[in-house]
């Protein structure tokens, strides 16, 4: 009775085991469709447009969650950048910014660019809490 028990205890930790991490993967691969399904709709994307965003949308995803986890990284050493070094990423990330829209503009129209500039503005000032500076 013991071998049993043990073995449907463990079976069973096996089988949660695989689900989380089956549905960790769904998550990041459902987020970037999820958002070009979104952009597709909204910015009226063609079949040849989407096809040349995804990856764009892969690589910012990539360094997205890359920065985060430095920023976890130096939250848990309790290390806190400088003014310089916040700066300095501030700087780095709206270059990374200004990069992907000039990217987005040899692809969208002039009408799509428009938009999604206007999205993303509105985005940035949500994102703020209505444009106000937080400390």
């Known amino acids: 009775m013991k071998k049993i028990t043990t073995i449907l205890v463990l079976v069973f ?7 989380a ?5 769904k998550r990041e691969g459902n987020n970037i469709e999820n958002m070009l399904k979104k952009w597709t709709t909204d910015l009226n994307l063609t079949e040849e ?3 040349k965003i995804k ?3 892969v690589a910012q995803i990539e360094e997205r ?3 985060q986890d430095l920023r976890k990284s130096q ?4 290390e806190r950048p400088s003014r310089d070094d916040r700066e300095k990423m ?3 990330r709206e270059a990374k910014e200004a990069a992907f829209t000039d990217k ?8 799509q660019l428009e938009k999604y500039k206007s999205i993303a503005e509105e985005q940035k000032k949500n994102r703020r809490g209505g444009g106000q500076r937080r400390n």
């Not at 991490?21 to 993967?25: D, L, N, W």
């Not at 939250?75 to 309790?78: E, I, K």
């Not at 987005?104 to 009408?111: E, M, P, Q, V």
Request: glycine fraction near 2%; aromatic fraction near 2%.
């Open 13 to 19: 930790a096996f089988t949660l085991t695989t689900q």
């Open 21 to 25: 991490q089956k549905r960790e993967g």
């Open 49 to 51: 447009q989407q096809d």
């Open 55 to 57: 990856p764009l949308l």
């Open 65 to 67: 969650k890359n920065a």
């Open 75 to 78: 939250q848990n050493s309790d």
């Open 90 to 92: 501030r700087a780095e």
């Open 104 to 111: 987005l503009a040899t692809i969208l129209d002039k009408d």
